[in-house]
Nanobody, 122 residues
C-alpha cells in the first residue's frame, strides 16, 4: 500500500515536500514515481526513480525545480518541490511498480496511493 501526504496551500515561489509511505510487501524492490492530475486534465508524469535510488527521471515541466529521493529504512519516497508555480496545482499521486521505473503512462504502473492536494496561489 502507498500513502501520499504533505500537500497543502502555498504561494508561488514557495517550497513543499511530499512524502509517500509504503507498507505491506516492503521486502520486494519497487521502483517508485510521482504523477499529478489537475481538474479536467490527464494524469501527468512528474518524476520517478529506481528502487535503489540510483536513477532518477523528471518530467519536463518540473525539471530543475523538483527532486525525488527515498529513505530505504522508512520505506518512504519524497518529492521536494521548489519554486512552485500556480500551474503546479494538482492532486499528486505516488505510484510503484516492480518492473517500470520510467514511464509517462500511468497505466504502466501497478500500485497507486490515494493522492494529496497541492494548491499554489499566485
Amino acid at each position: 500500500q502507498l500513502q501520499a501526504f504533505g500537500g497543502g496551500v502555498v504561494q508561488a515561489g514557495d517550497s513543499l515536500r511530499l512524502s509517500c509511505a509504503a507498507s505491506g510487501r516492503t521486502d520486494k524492490k519497487y521502483h517508485m514515481g510521482w504523477f499529478r492530475q489537475a481538474p479536467g486534465k490527464e494524469r501527468e508524469y512528474v518524476a520517478s526513480m529506481t528502487w535503489d535510488g540510483l536513477l532518477k527521471y523528471y518530467g519536463e515541466s518540473v525539471k530543475g525545480r523538483f527532486s525525488v529521493s527515498k529513505d530505504t529504512v522508512l520505506y518512504t519516497m519524497y518529492l521536494q518541490m521548489n519554486s512552485l508555480k500556480p500551474e503546479d496545482t494538482a492532486f499528486y499521486y505516488c505510484a510503484a511498480d516492480e518492473h517500470v521505473y520510467f514511464s509517462r503512462q500511468p497505466t504502466r504502473w501497478d500500485y497507486w496511493g490515494q493522492g494529496t492536494q497541492v494548491t499554489v496561489s499566485s
